[in-house]
């Protein structure tokens, strides 16, 4: 018997047989065919409402991207 080779087998022994991979894949493909219900279920007006709230917050998150870009930028020059 080559019990280095059977100990080699046994630390590659998976708690699961199947790697995190594989149950993504099979979730994203049970749940794929219901994204055409969920979202004829959803009210047109909601989505949009949703929609032009998120482009707002966007824009405002931008706007304070460059408030923070400025100072960082204004304080590093007059530091020195």
Do not use: C
Not at 26 to 50: D, E, T
């Amino acid at each position: 018997m080559d019990l280095y080779g059977i100990t080699a087998n046994v630390t590659h022994i998976r708690l699961l047989p199947v790697d995190f991979r594989a149950i993504v894949a099979l979730v994203v493909a049970a749940l794929l065919p219901l994204l055409p219900v969920g979202v004829a279920s959803l009210p047109v007006g909601s989505v949009l409402h949703f929609a032009i709230q998120a482009r707002e917050d966007l824009r405002q998150l931008r706007i304070i991207k460059l408030l923070l870009l400025f100072v960082v930028v204004f304080f590093s020059i007059f530091k020195k």
